[in-house]
């Protein structure tokens, strides 16, 4: 069984938009209000909403998040910019390779595969930082001319 949530100023069969703008995390300090009534007065579209330590900032456009991050950095603020996930890496973990295995051969061996990796990293056990036979693949999505890593078996 399927469940459908409609919304109601949606009609039906309309795909629903997907957020383009980055967000922006400011880090929340006692002169916060000075902050954001100066970004109100320049940009009264964004939305600003308080999120545990940090205020989350949304622009309405990637011109107004150019301008809020660099007023952001013009004023020495503490903020950081969340990438859309159309933007972030895919993260796979490799597994039934022996614990030895050098980090930069399996880079090397999926580039000549044709996948386009960022970066590859060996796990760790939690408490004893024993090195684990898995390891995190981070791979860039919408690479043209590069191969998906699931297609690869060995």
């Known amino acids: 069984m ?10 039906p069969g309309e795909n629903r938009p997907k957020r383009k ?9 006692t002169n916060y209000n000075m902050v954001l009534k100066e970004l109100n007065e320049k940009y009264p579209n964004s939305i600003n909403k308080l999120i545990g330590e940090y205020i989350r900032i949304t622009p309405i456009s990637e ?12 004023n020495g603020e503490e903020f950081y910019a969340i990438p859309p996930p159309s933007e972030r ?14 980090i930069d051969e399996i880079k090397n061996d ?5 996948v386009a990796v ?5 796990l760790t056990q939690q408490k004893s930082k024993f090195s684990l036979p898995m390891f995190l693949v981070e791979v860039r999505k ?3 001319d ?5 297609d690869v078996s060995n």
């Open 89 to 102: 890496p895919y993260k796979v973990v490799l597994k039934g390779l022996p614990a030895s295995t050098d």
């Open 2 to 11: 399927e469940v459908v949530y409609l919304d109601p100023n949606q009609a």
């Open 146 to 150: 590069s191969r998906d890593i699931l």
């Open 142 to 144: 919408n690479v043209l």
């Open 118 to 122: 960022s970066k590859v990293a060996q």
């Open 63 to 74: 011109d107004q998040h150019r301008e809020i991050t660099a007023t952001l950095k013009m």
């Open 21 to 29: 703008d980055k967000l922006i995390m400011l880090r929340y300090k």
């Open 110 to 114: 999926l580039a000549n595969q044709g």
